[in-house]
């Protein structure tokens, strides 16, 4: 059985126009998103600014208003108890948020900070909490001492890994992170994501991780699904999506990705230069209706693309 199965999910922001301020249309950030997450599995969601990326792990975490579709966790449908607090469902999913320092109440220690959310669900008297932060800050390479200070005390990176303490404070089953490190540097970003890591193999935890950034994608994650307009262009496991990139959009970010070797800079500009003509010319064989995405069709049995099927051309 699935940790996590989402079916069919939307989010429709509303337009309103006109005097009496009525609803003449919609923006739909996510139209119709399915996928599953198995325990202690990292699925890597991946696109570009406004794909909708972001938007799925909110509405998954509560935090943005589910339009239509379902979610189930352990088999049982929770969509109308996302948005409920102190539920099951809220112990066991949490969220490491992209900025890091507004989500981190700047006028409470680090203590209080991360004993919120154990203080929501358990009792401890003051010695246990004590030792239960102590613990959690060692988890994330942090001294007890820290736990004494305020969050404009620490760098970037070290009030990153509080924020990850505070998200496995209640051993949860399930994390979103959305964007954990794109704001840090890269040696930072190699430590925070190191320490996920061990922490996922030793409280064998799922991960959904929300990311632009393919390079970290290919670390963290055995399968991806890449987002485009609000819809999955592909889906797949990670040598799917990495050896063989179906759609044009994938493809593009693929080619995006910053490659090392010196001696390769002349013939990867060129793929570049091949992939935006690519990208260009045969849009419309990948997209209908202007930039709509089609229905994923199976390539194989891990990998899925949306391309169009019978009927679909018109």
Avoid: W
């Avoid at 220690?109 to 932060?133: A, Q, S, W």
């Avoid at 045969?282 to 390539?299: A, T």
């Amino acid at each position: 059985m699935a940790l996590l199965e989402v079916k069919d999910l939307c989010v429709y922001y509303p337009i309103t126009g006109g005097i009496l301020g009525r609803t003449i249309g919609y923006v739909k950030a996510v139209n119709g998103v399915s996928f599953t997450i198995e325990p202690g599995q990292t699925l890597g969601l991946v696109g570009e600014s406004g794909s909708g990326k972001s938007t799925t792990g909110k509405a998954i975490m509560g935090l943005a208003r589910i339009t239509g579709g379902q979610i189930l966790f352990e088999g049982k449908n929770i969509t109308r108890l996302v948005r409920k607090n102190r539920t099951p469902y809220r112990k066991d999913v949490q969220m490491i948020f992209q900025d890091v320092q507004s989500s981190l109440n700047p006028r409470k220690k680090v203590h209080d900070i991360i004993c919120e959310p154990i203080r929501n669900f358990e009792k401890l008297t003051k010695g246990e909490e004590v030792k239960r932060v102590d613990e959690l800050l060692a988890m994330v390479g942090l001294s007890p001492e820290n736990a004494k200070k305020y969050p404009f005390e620490f760098s970037g990176g070290q009030r990153q890994r509080i924020g990850v303490a505070r998200a496995i404070a209640l051993k949860p089953k399930l994390i979103v992170a959305d964007e954990p490190v794109s704001a840090l540097d890269l040696s930072v970003q190699a430590q925070v994501l190191n320490y996920m890591r061990d922490i996922q193999e030793e409280m064998g935890l799922a991960f959904l991780f929300i990311s632009h950034d393919l390079g970290v994608v290919r670390h963290m994650c055995e399968h991806l699904a890449i987002m485009h307009n609000s819809r999955f262009v592909e889906f797949g496991t990670r040598e799917d999506i990495y050896s063989n990139p179906a759609h044009i959009y994938t493809k593009r970010l693929m080619a995006s990705i910053p490659d090392k070797s010196p001696h390769m800079r002349k013939a990867n500009k060129e793929k570049r230069k091949q992939i935006a003509y690519e990208y260009e010319t045969e849009f419309d064989n990948y997209y209908k209706n202007g930039n709509e995405v089609y229905d994923l069709k199976p390539l194989s049995a891990t990998h899925y693309v949306a391309l169009p099927g019978t009927g679909d051309e018109n």
